[in-house]
């Protein structure tokens, strides 16, 4: 139990220690070209896209699947600030380890549900884009996007309100 604890706190110290001074993390800067399409792409393929915080995990009495119900905070798509959103995602998702833990923030793109109420994160791991928090639990509006560039895979620290108002371009 204390490596699987290991493992899933690396990704949070590796995002900490590697993104520097505060200032970075909240200035309001143009998007990139890699980064304004990584969104576009994302927010082509979601029906619903919000911000917000796990409230509640439970396994459904079936096994089949897992729901996740998220506090929103800031939506963008077939959602409401305040609302409580219920996901539903297959349990076969879950079988190597926890997607999501109690308290944690994600800006989520989300597919349609479908003909069993059952949705995931737009292209894996991609639509799942954590929000930042600094020391003390503030809440950092700021998401971390991967994108591909010629060198490889790039991590941009993006404002929300800088991708919320690429999203809304995005349905114009």
Same mark, same amino acid.
């Given at each position: 139990?204390?490596? =699987?604890?290991?493992? !899933?706190?690396?990704?949070?110290? !590796?995002?900490?220690?590697?993104?520097?001074?505060?200032?970075?993390?909240?200035?309001?800067?143009?998007? %990139?070209?890699? #980064?304004?399409?990584?969104?576009?792409?994302? %927010?082509?393929?979601? %029906?619903?896209?919000? %911000?917000? *915080?796990?409230?509640?995990?439970?396994?459904?009495?079936?096994?089949?699947?897992?729901?996740?119900?998220?506090?929103?905070?800031?939506?963008?798509?077939?959602?409401?600030?305040? *609302?409580? #959103?219920?996901? =539903?995602?297959?349990?076969?998702?879950?079988?190597?380890?926890?997607?999501?833990?109690?308290?944690?923030? !994600?800006?989520? !793109?989300?597919?349609?549900?479908?003909?069993?109420?059952?949705?995931?994160?737009?292209?894996?791991?991609?639509?799942?884009?954590?929000?930042?928090?600094?020391?003390?639990? *503030?809440?950092?509006?700021?998401?971390?996007?991967?994108?591909?560039?010629?060198?490889?895979?790039?991590?941009?620290? #993006?404002?929300?309100?800088?991708?919320?108002?690429?999203?809304?371009?995005?349905?114009?």
């Amino acid at each position: 139990m204390l490596g =699987r604890r290991f493992v !899933f706190s690396l990704p949070l110290l !590796f995002l900490s220690a590697s993104l520097g001074a505060e200032s970075r993390l909240t200035r309001d800067l143009p998007l %990139s070209e890699a #980064v304004t399409r990584e969104v576009r792409e994302l %927010s082509r393929h979601a %029906s619903t896209i919000f %911000s917000g *915080q796990v409230v509640s995990i439970a396994m459904e009495p079936d096994g089949n699947a897992v729901s996740i119900r998220f506090r929103v905070e800031a939506a963008m798509r077939d959602a409401n600030a305040g *609302q409580i #959103v219920e996901v =539903r995602e297959w349990a076969g998702m879950w079988a190597l380890a926890p997607r999501y833990r109690l308290g944690q923030r !994600f800006l989520l !793109f989300l597919y349609p549900p479908s003909r069993l109420g059952l949705t995931s994160p737009v292209l894996g791991e991609r639509g799942r884009l954590p929000v930042l928090l600094r020391g003390g639990g *503030q809440l950092v509006p700021a998401v971390l996007i991967r994108s591909a560039s010629p060198t490889g895979e790039r991590r941009t620290v #993006v404002s929300l309100g800088t991708v919320a108002r690429q999203i809304a371009r995005e349905k114009e």
